[in-house]
């Protein structure tokens, strides 16, 4: 296992066979999100995307939670102060976050996963919802907690959640705010699998080391596809963006190498080119 420096103590980052793990690390607060945090994680998901020696990225937190969102003691005490940030800079930085954290989450060429250890609530829900898959522990819940703080929402909450589940069960679970427990997330689709709390980081981690291992040039290739999908892309849009990325998986030696494995009846060796 490799350390990597954050830059913070709020966000902790380590790779084993290929697998990023960042854990969200301000348990004391349940992982409410820091500038620091925010700022190590936007860096660290930029290197993740460009290095060749990162197949998969897990994300967590520690202590038990996953994310309680914004630091909202912050907030108040921010609010208190009287000096609020320039509106106009604020606005710009929050874009810029928005895109980098959980943008990045759901539109880099690698697949990633939240593992969700407890409370995933407001920003921290959003960035679990930003990741291609998610485990929970059947212990955790989810809830968008905005409409008790009177927020609209942040971190592509309103986006993934309504393609996820709908408009008519977003809209309801952002005005109520409402948990939702982890049987009930595994039915509405917003987990992919929900395992014992003491079982949930080795499972979410096997998960990644398993796509780690495999056809990285086709994963890339996939999740163009899935996006162009899920953003409503005009069908022929699709089906043309389909044809020319799976031609292009055709060319490639990981293919090549599957197909010969098949008719060998042997387990192929993917190498990402």
Same mark, same amino acid.
């Given at each position: ?10 966000? $902790?980052?380590? +790779?084993?066979?290929?697998? $990023? ?46 994310? !309680? ?7 108040? @005490? ?44 407001? @920003?921290?829900?959003?960035?679990? /919802? ?28 309103? =986006? ?11 809209? #309801? ?12 997330? /595994? ?6 699998? +929900? +395992? ?6 080795? #499972? ?16 890339? =290739? ?35 190498? !599957? ?15």
């Amino acid at each position: 296992m490799n350390t990597y420096d954050s830059g913070t103590e709020d966000l $902790l980052a380590s +790779v084993t066979d290929g697998v $990023l793990t960042l854990t969200l690390n301000r348990p004391a607060a349940r992982n409410a999100l820091s500038r620091a945090m925010l700022d190590g994680l936007a860096r660290l998901l930029g290197e993740a995307e460009a290095d060749p020696a990162i197949g998969a990225i897990v994300i967590t937190g520690a202590g038990g939670a996953f994310c !309680a969102g914004g630091d909202v003691k912050g907030m108040a @005490a921010r609010n208190e102060s009287g000096e609020p940030e320039p509106i106009d800079g604020a606005i710009a930085r929050q874009r810029r976050n928005h895109r980098e954290t959980a943008g990045r989450l759901h539109t880099m060429p690698k697949p990633t996963i939240a593992a969700i250890p407890g409370a995933a609530a407001g @920003a921290g829900l959003s960035i679990a /919802l930003a990741c291609d898959l998610r485990v929970m522990a059947d212990t955790a819940f989810m809830t968008t907690a905005f409409a008790k703080v009177g927020f609209s929402g942040d971190y592509g909450g309103t =986006y993934f959640l309504t393609a996820l589940v709908g408009a008519a069960k977003a809209r #309801e679970m952002y005005f109520l705010s409402d948990r939702v427990d982890a049987a009930e997330a /595994l039915r509405l689709g917003l987990t992919n699998r +929900v +395992v014992a709390a003491d079982a949930l980081l080795a #499972e979410a981690q096997a998960l990644a080391a398993r796509l780690a291992a495999g056809p990285r040039v086709a994963y890339r =290739y996939m999740k163009e596809n899935l996006n162009r999908a899920f953003a409503g892309g005009d069908m022929n849009d699709c089906l043309d963006l389909e044809a020319t990325h799976h031609v292009h998986c055709g060319l490639t030696e990981d293919h090549k190498d !599957a197909a010969k494995a098949f008719v060998e009846k042997r387990i192929p060796v993917f190498r990402g080119r």
